[in-house]
């Protein structure tokens, strides 16, 4: 159980670190007030509600992970007032309702804020929000509705969000990409995850003025062509911004994003050998069909988009080709038509490209074979035609790479290009032994037949005449007498 008698022994304790055990029950505390600054019980099985006296009890807390437990009930309103509170951690639990207008106006110092993966309802923020210094928002995986609103707008310091896989509806708003005047604070804004909710309209021209690094728009009803401007998105460095934030990654306590991709992106906290915590980044996302958990400078390489499961039609807009830090692309189950633009063979980073789904037609570019990076490569069920390339990467690629495409040809998907070709016959055998051929299956239908008439004929004969039925029962015992003889 939780060991209560830690803070009610110890009043000058600041930092309490239970994480990653197999503590369990209720969380107990003190009778009296308490200074405690840093809690960490993540990762425990802890379970029922938080008491509702927290904010009293420990009006100091400024650091709060209770991640990965089993607690239940919904947010004390309570925790609004805890002025000092920076972090606030309470994702994979069994947390539901509505979070408390107390939390978004009264919190005023919190940073990160991490709610992911309960069972929260009802609108993200349907009041105003005061939460100006809020830096990471992470609020996927629950069961929120209605639409984003501008209520995200006062938000100044926002580098990252990460609202996915909710039931959120409604267009996006324009304050998320091409920025007015007035709310060009969001020019920090470098990983943005929409997937997953019922996102409907085009896409917004405004999102080409991003210099967004991550953009996952999947899974939603979201339908027109591809904006042209696209080409303008970083996917990469900024202007003017460093690629090496190693030392912001270790010892910063706001953590730079600046180059990761990622459609399920976690951050984890761990602490350092100083008083002050920090957070090292790992990213764990979906490519080349697999889902792996990366961290470290690797995650400096990483560059994505993902429009995949949407109602986007229209040509795929050559401009596309210009982003050439592109890692994976994904473009697959869509109404796309027109032909593979040529100019994605200056995608010369990419990794993974899966335009599958769609009606595309065409041959494939064969200048694509110059993409030595490419390990995934899927247009399985479109319209294409003509030759499957066979060089380079390609030719490492398998028949489920080009399937649903009919007009298809070449020697890795078995079929032949040349339409004149007869297919070859069989050679017949010469002289006795061309006598001798017998069809096996017409033999084996022909010797069941009779093998059939035979015992119907029998059966006929022993039913008219008796006498002969008398004959043939009389002959099967005395053959059964012989065989108990014998063997007796």
């Known amino acids: 159980m939780f060991p209560n008698w830690l803070l009610q022994n110890n009043s000058k304790l600041e930092v309490i670190n239970l994480m990653k055990n197999s503590f369990q029950g209720t969380l107990q505390l003190p009778n009296s007030k308490h200074d405690l600054i840093t809690l960490k019980i993540a990762d425990n099985r802890f379970s029922g509600h938080l008491p509702k006296n927290v904010a009293m009890i420990l009006p100091k807390l400024s650091y709060i992970d209770m991640s990965m437990n089993s607690f239940e009930g919904s947010i004390p309103s309570s925790m609004g007032d805890m002025n000092s509170l920076w972090f606030l951690d309470l994702s994979a639990n069994n947390f539901s309702g509505e979070l408390p207008r107390s ?225 994976a692309l994904n473009l697959s189950h869509n109404k796309f038509s027109g032909s593979i633009p040529v100019s994605f063979s200056s995608l010369k980073q990419i990794e993974s490209l899966d335009l599958s789904s769609n009606n595309l037609s065409g041959q494939i570019p064969s200048q694509l074979t110059e993409l030595h990076f490419l390990s995934i490569f899927n247009v399985s069920y479109n319209n294409l035609s003509g030759m499957t390339p066979d060089k380079g990467q390609f030719s490492t690629f398998d028949r489920s790479s080009y399937e649903g495409n009919p007009s298809l040809c070449g020697s890795l998907i078995e079929k032949s290009c040349n339409s004149s070709e007869v297919p070859p016959t069989t050679v017949p055998f010469d002289g006795e032994e061309n006598d001798t051929m017998v069809d096996t299956v017409a033999f084996g239908w022909t010797f069941s037949a009779s093998y059939a008439m035979v015992l119907l004929a029998l059966a006929a004969v022993l039913c008219i005449n008796p006498h002969w039925r008398y004959l043939w029962f009389n002959s099967v015992d005395w053959i059964i007498y012989l065989c108990f003889k014998m063997f007796s």
């Open 103 to 327: 939390l978004s106006k009264n919190c005023i110092n919190l940073r990160f804020l991490k709610l992911s993966n309960n069972n929260f309802h009802g609108e993200i923020f349907p009041i105003y929000m005061n939460l100006t210094r809020l830096v990471h928002l992470y609020l996927n995986d629950n069961f929120f509705s209605g639409k984003i609103g501008d209520k995200l707008t006062n938000i100044t310091h926002l580098e990252l969000l990460d609202i996915s896989n909710n039931n959120l509806s409604g267009g996006i708003p324009d304050w998320i990409g091409s920025i007015p005047p007035w709310i060009n604070t969001l020019s920090k804004l470098r990983i943005l995850l929409l997937a997953g909710n019922h996102l409907e309209g085009q896409i917004p021209n405004h999102l080409c003025q991003m210099q967004v690094y991550i953009m996952d728009l999947s899974r939603n009803r979201l339908y027109g062509s591809i904006p042209s401007c696209f080409a303008n998105i970083s996917f990469g460095m900024a202007a003017g911004e460093s690629s090496f934030v190693t030392s912001l990654i270790r010892f910063n306590a706001i953590i730079s994003l600046s180059s990761y991709y990622s459609s399920n992106l976690e951050l984890n906290s761990d602490t350092s050998g100083s008083q002050r915590p920090y957070r090292q980044a790992e990213a764990e996302f979906t490519t080349k069909y697999r889902h792996n958990s990366y961290q470290g400078d690797i995650l400096h390489y990483m560059f994505g988009l993902d429009l995949s499961c949407n109602e986007l039609s229209g040509d795929i807009p050559a401009q596309v080709g210009e982003l050439k830090n592109l890692r």
